[in-house]
């Protein structure tokens, strides 16, 4: 059993970037692939960034291609989303997911096995 722990959200203009970090406990990182989602209000949980469990493979939306970027430490058990030229359309909450490495990455959220408690994000026009 594998618990996340978002954090790193808060309240930034349009322009700006933020680092959320997501810490992991309970399990073996290494061997799950990580992702990011988000949920604005009144919307589905929209996939947002994927990295394989060994590091070498992503996936990222296109609407945040070029302007986020994930990245692991195995060593630390951390998955980050750095994330620059923020527009308010971003704006949401954030969630950290783990998905086994027996499965091939995907972006759908139906696949994805833990979930962190959300880090909010909100970006101001």
């Known amino acids: 059993q594998v618990q996340l722990a978002e954090s790193g959200g808060g309240l930034v203009q349009a322009g700006d970037s933020l680092r959320l970090s997501c810490a992991a406990s309970?399990?073996?990182?290494?061997?799950?692939?990580m992702a990011w989602f988000r949920q604005a209000p009144g919307e589905e949980r929209e996939f947002v960034a994927a990295?394989?469990?060994?590091?070498?493979?992503?996936q990222y939306a296109d609407s945040v291609k070029g302007r986020f970027s994930i990245s692991r430490d195995n060593a630390k058990n951390t998955v980050y989303l750095q994330m620059n030229s923020l527009k308010p359309e971003d704006t949401a909450v954030y969630y950290c997911?783990?998905?086994?490495?027996?499965?091939?990455?995907?972006?759908?959220?139906?696949?994805?096995?833990?979930w962190g408690q959300g880090t909010q994000v909100t970006v101001s026009s």
């Open positions: 997911s783990a998905r086994s490495a027996v499965y091939s990455m995907t972006r759908d959220y139906h696949g994805y096995d833990y």
């Open positions: 309970g399990g073996t990182f290494s061997i799950y692939h």
């Open positions: 990295m394989h469990w060994s590091g070498g493979a992503t």
